[in-house]
């Protein structure tokens, strides 16, 4: 090799180190477009360090755990378990646990268990059963609905299954076609004499 | 189309060139607290924070601060895991920062290292080797760069 190569290769290498240098992609300093967008995403990253989303082109086809929040833009094929709360705007295929969940333009296809509170939107359709302590629908549920505490029908809510609640509440427009068990005191421990006419 | 039926657009590495107008604005982001026992895909970019144990491919560029077992396939590559076991495949740029050790085979434009990377390098660009860099395998590439102090253990092929 000659000299004059060796140079030029030298040189070339000198170019290319400049070119792609790390510390100016972490300084945030436009480099090259492709390298631009990790920028952006990196102060993306940070705002949202602890929270999950699944964005709206995005396709999990497995099971997610997590012990922080979820937000569900896209679709998953799989169950999700967290301990912390999910908001699901998209479509999932399994089974759903979290502390709290709510439903907000989402399709599922499995059942749905919080230990706190569900909250079913109006634009939103759940093929599966529903449990949790205390459970707010506006959307249509085609399945069996605990409710521990309380359950709210609100108006646009179409449900066809069973339901066993603490206590439900219904708004005028509601349509349910479901049987009904009230497990609340208040429900319970009466005897006939309650019924005893005196007039 | 029924509501559940899967939408077929969502990225698969075919290998097709990005338009450059194309501008994407959408991020998904895997938490640390988050494991995903499966495939993820997707047309944005991706932050995977946690732990992916399966494919993961995106369209746009991807960020791997946590831990993927599998196939990755993205636009460009930003690697800043201790430990990292992936075989890759980038239209564009792939960095591999220092502290990295990243384990499986790289196939990419261009290609930054800062860590370790141990497995073969397959660049149709630059492969830029920094001074705190060590490569355990062969490098095929179109220009190499190397600067005082990396380390590259296998054979060098320049096409």
Known sequence: MSKYETQEIQ??????????????????????????????????????????????????????????????????????????????????????????????????????????????????????DISGNKVTIDGKVKGNVLAVNSLYFKSSALMVGSVTAGGISTEDGSRINASITLTNKESEGFDDSEFDLEV | MGIFEEKKSIAEPTGEVKMSTDIISEVAVVSSSTKIEGNIRTDGHLIV??????????????????????????????????????????????????????????????????????????????????????????VIAKRIGMENGAKLNGAVEMK
């Open chain 1, 11 to 128: 040189q070339e290498a000198l170019r290319i180190l400049d070119e792609y240098d790390i510390n100016r992609v972490q300084e945030g300093l436009r480099v090259d477009d492709p390298l631009e967008g990790i920028v952006f995403i990196q102060n993306v990253g940070e705002i949202s360090k602890n929270v999950t989303v699944v964005a709206k082109s995005t396709v999990v086809d497995g099971d997610i755990t997590s012990t922080s929040p979820l937000a569900i833009r896209g679709t998953v094929n799989g169950n999700i378990i967290t301990t912390s709360d999910i908001g699901i705007n998209g479509l999932i295929n399994g089974d759903i646990e979290a502390e709290n969940i709510d439903f907000s333009h989402a399709a599922i296809k499995g059942n749905s268990k919080a230990v706190r509170s569900v909250n079913l939107g109006s634009q939103s359709v759940v093929i599966g």
């Open chain 2, 49 to 138: 924070n946690g732990d992916v144990q399966g494919n993961v491919s995106s369209r746009g560029n991807l960020i791997l601060t946590g831990n993927a077992f599998g196939e990755i396939y993205c636009e460009s590559l930003l690697v800043e895991t201790p430990e990292s076991n992936a075989d890759i495949i980038a239209e564009q740029n792939v960095i591999v920062k220092e502290g990295t050790v990243l384990k499986g085979n790289v196939h990419c434009k261009n290609i930054t290292v800062l860590g370790t990377v141990v497995g073969d390098i397959t660049a149709t660009g630059s492969v830029v080797l920094k001074a705190t860099a060590v490569v355990n395998g062969n």
